[in-house]
């Protein structure tokens, strides 16, 4: 787990959802189903609404329309937001990574050295390759032929859009000092 820090002030404050374009409303309330925790994220994004769309469609075929399982994915979220410090996009993909069948023993595993629990040969393939790519470490022949062993080529190309699509929200809001919801809630 990324380790606690102290509370920093807000770079650029979230909107709230009145000051959201419609567009942007209707993609919160079109992923309803992945649970609490995106307010503040949407409200930082919503002040690029162009960018705010893209990144959010992205987002939705990688955790809806994506090829990987949900088990698989949430692997990769939740090591490489630990690798990269990223406490708002580990804490939020807590409860999804339950709902993807990961056990509490195992969320909390994906945040220590990997030797220290009992992942399986395919879970590790995908734990290390995070590891590299958060790292920016290129991925060694053995690793990828480990992964191509129990991959399809679509999943292969997605599981690394998903590892630089997350670090590179974990550097977003960890730069901006976005809070999680339930902190400080945007004001208008």
Known sequence: MPAERPER???????????????????????????????????????????????????????????????QRELVVLRTAHRRGGSFVFDRHRAVAADAGLDSREVVATALPLAEHPWSADDLALLEASDALASGEPLPQPLWDRLAGGLRSDQLIELLILAGQCATMCATLGALHTPPDGGRTPSG
């Not at 000051?19 to 503040?40: C, E, H, I, M, Q």
């Not at 960018?51 to 088990?71: F, K, M, P, Q």
Request: proline residues 11%.
């Open 9 to 71: 002030p807000v770079r650029i404050t979230p909107l709230p959802p009145e000051r959201w374009t419609p567009a942007l409303r209707a993609l919160l309330a079109g992923s309803a189903k992945d649970g609490p925790g995106r307010v503040n994220l949407f409200g930082t994004l919503a002040h690029h609404p162009g960018l705010a769309h893209a990144w959010l469609s992205l987002a939705r075929v990688l955790t809806h329309e994506g090829t990987l399982t949900g088990r």
